[in-house]
């Protein structure tokens, strides 16, 4: 069964940093077009950034310059570092990939960026 692992999150200042992981198991095919997106009750889950396997990413306006998306293929890991956060930040963030015929999410970690 593929699961999407997700640790890192937690409680930090403004200005703070934060690294996320996401590491994919149990699956025997690629797992592409990887990306973290974000939560609040207040909202629809958003697009935060996205690493296609061609390399290219994308990342919402509101994170570019502060966060970064990137991989380590040896522990099939994704990452999500933030920087400079924000209390606008605050939100579940989950993590996201697909086979080529199905696509999973993670279960979510909760960060919350206060004084």
């Known amino acids: 069964q593929v699961q999407l692992v997700e640790s890192g999150g937690g409680l930090v200042q403004p200005g703070g940093s934060l690294r996320l992981s996401c590491t994919v198991s149990?699956?025997?095919?690629?797992?592409?077009?990887m990306a973290w997106y974000r939560q609040t009750p207040e909202n629809q889950r958003a697009l935060v950034a996205k690493f296609t396997r061609d390399g290219n990413t994308t990342y919402a306006d509101s994170v570019k310059g502060r966060f970064t998306i990137s991989r380590d293929n040896a522990k099939n890991t994704v990452y999500l570092q933030m920087n400079s956060l924000k209390p606008e930040d605050t939100a579940v963030y989950y993590c996201y990939g697909r086979s080529p015929v199905q696509f999973y999410w993670g279960q979510g970690t909760q960060v919350t960026v206060s004084s």
């Open positions: 149990g699956s025997i095919m690629r797992i592409s077009d």
